[in-house]
Nanobody, 120 residues
Framework: VQLQASGGGLVQAGASLRLSCAASGRTFSNWAMGWFRQAPGKERELVAGASGGGGTYYADSVKGRFTISRDNAKNTVYLQMNSLKPEDTAVYYC???????????????WGQGTQVTVSS
């Protein structure tokens, strides 16, 4: 199983980015797919999750600005990030688990991470 994340970059505050994470090796349509982020010196935190049943979760810090979606036909999960802030700067990781869990150790598969840097 491989998760390939892409879409990060350097943007100014207020801009938008869309992250993509394509899975290969097995089908995850019935699994939860999520996005974590980790800033320097901080723990990895769940930003958004999408369950296999259509439910979603968002961290309070990104509600109303980020949207998670998935295309099960492509085995891909997306994270649309709008109104980016400098505090969103982090390495973003996609991950897969049977359900939406809030902590990283409960996820079974991980992508390699993509850097998002938001300048003020």
């Amino acid at each position: 199983v491989q998760l390939q994340a892409s879409g990060g970059g350097l943007v100014q505050a207020g801009a938008s980015l869309r992250l993509s994470c394509a899975a290969s090796g097995r089908t995850f349509s019935n699994w939860a797919m999520g996005w974590f982020r980790q800033a320097p010196g901080k723990e990895r935190e769940l930003v958004a999750g999408a369950s296999g049943g259509g439910g979603t979760y968002y961290a309070d810090s990104v509600k109303g600005r980020f949207t998670i979606s998935r295309d099960n036909a492509k085995n891909t999960v997306y994270l649309q990030m709008n109104s980016l802030k400098p505090e969103d700067t982090a390495v973003y990781y996609c991950a897969v688990a049977r359900f939406i869990y809030y902590t990283a150790p409960q996820y079974d598969y991980w992508g390699q991470g993509t850097q998002v840097t938001v300048s003020s």
